[in-house]
């Protein structure tokens, strides 16, 4: 007989439950795992980091930006990343008929301030400015690589569009720092202390017949 007195944490019913849960998961888990490993992912991913004006409205200091001697009526800085978030490296021969990554900022684009390529050593692909696209060229782009261009603009930009020409790589926008992999693990364990709960509301609220009832049918199933 379950004694309903007696702490949570000693319930053998209880931790019986957490303990196929956490068996179940870990299961899952690794059976997820060898999949990923046979079947090695090749992912790109691209956003628009920021996009910010340089001057204000009413901005009455003299200030102006320049490009090509002439005065930029409504300059804006764009920054676009692209980054390798999959298992392999991206080459140049991934790139359909030796055709750049196109990403549409939908305003004419200017110039190039500036390209920054991290982890530190990694060479940034090459790219080409025409009109409101810019064109990152066929290029190896290793694992975990992630570059950043900053645009020079002369209009407010709000997104940015991409044409693919990567074959068997998956291309995709994102909003969010936070990889699959880790939205991953919090659902895992959300999942973990939801089933506890569960269990510990259940021990305190059943009749304790009920209680032997359904750990002897535990027991039972795993003899």
């Known amino acids: 007989m379950v004694n309903l007195a007696e702490g949570w944490y000693t319930n053998g019913l209880l ?10 998961r870990v299961g899952v888990l690794a059976c997820w795992a060898t999949l990923k490993a046979a079947n090695p992912k090749l992912r ?3 956003r628009l980091n920021l ?6 409205h009413h901005d009455s200091s003299g200030l102006h930006v320049m490009h090509n001697g002439e005065a930029l009526a409504n300059p804006h800085v764009a920054e676009v990343l692209v980054a390798n978030v999959g298992r392999r490296d991206i080459v140049a021969s991934m790139f359909h008929g030796n055709t750049p990554l196109t990403l549409d900022l939908g305003e004419p684009i200017l110039t190039l301030l500036a390209t920054k390529s991290h982890p530190t050593g990694t060479l940034a692909p090459p790219m080409v400015i025409t009109d409101t696209k810019l ?23 709000s997104d940015v569009v991409a044409i693919p020409s990567l074959v068997n790589v998956d291309l995709r926008k994102t909003d969010s720092s936070i990889s699959n992999f880790m939205i991953s693990i919090l659902l895992a364990a959300g999942l973990l202390i939801a ?9 305190q ?7 032997d009832w ?9 003899k």
């Open 214 to 222: 359904m750990q002897d049918h535990v027991n039972n199933i795993w």
């Open 205 to 211: 609220i059943f009749p304790p017949d009920a209680i």
């Open 15 to 24: 931790w019986t439950i957490v303990g196929v849960a956490v068996s179940l």
């Open 44 to 46: 790109l991913v691209y």
């Open 195 to 203: 089933i506890t709960v569960g269990c510990i509301v259940c021990i």
């Open 51 to 56: 996009a910010t004006k340089l001057l204000g």
């Open 135 to 157: 064109g990152v060229q066929p290029s190896h782009i290793v694992r975990g690589q992630k570059v950043t261009y900053t645009l020079l603009l002369d209009g407010p930009v």
